[in-house]
């Protein structure tokens, strides 16, 4: 079991930066390959980076390629979004979810693999 509790979220003006946190419990963070997704109103849930379980490989979804970075620290069990350059259609519900890594260099953009979820954290941008 993993719990995963996101912070970070707020409103920002565009053009500005947020830094997401996502805390896991557990004590094999590592064992589990980690991503971002995000939900805005009215739109399906979309992949917005992944990470492989030891932090090596990443992948981001086309909306945020460039503008965002993702990472973790398997020693403080946390994994982060750094996002800049936010743009008003970046308002959503940002959600960290892992999944069971498979070998260290796991890593998926696919939404159906992750097991367990946190709560959603909102980001606003305003114009």
């Known amino acids: 079991q993993v719990q995963l509790v996101e912070s970070g979220g707020g409103l920002v003006q565009a053009g500005g930066s947020l830094r997401l946190s996502c805390a896991a419990s557990?004590?094999?963070?590592?064992?589990?390959?980690m991503g971002w997704f995000r939900q805005a109103p009215g739109k399906e849930r979309e992949v917005v980076a992944a990470?492989?379980?030891?932090?090596?490989?990443?992948k981001y979804g086309d909306s945020v390629t460039g503008r965002s970075a993702i990472s973790r620290d398997n020693v403080k069990n946390t994994m982060y979004l750094q996002m800049n350059s936010l743009k008003p259609e970046d308002t959503a519900v940002y959600s960290c979810?892992?999944?069971?890594?498979?070998?260290?260099?796991?890593?998926?953009?696919?939404?159906?693999?992750?097991?367990?979820w946190g709560q959603g954290t909102q980001v606003t941008v305003s114009s």
């Open positions: 979810a892992a999944t069971y890594s498979r070998s260290p260099g796991y890593y998926t953009d696919d939404i159906t693999k992750y097991e367990y």
């Open positions: 557990g004590r094999t963070f590592g064992a589990y390959a």
């Open positions: 990470i492989s379980g030891i932090g090596l490989i990443t």
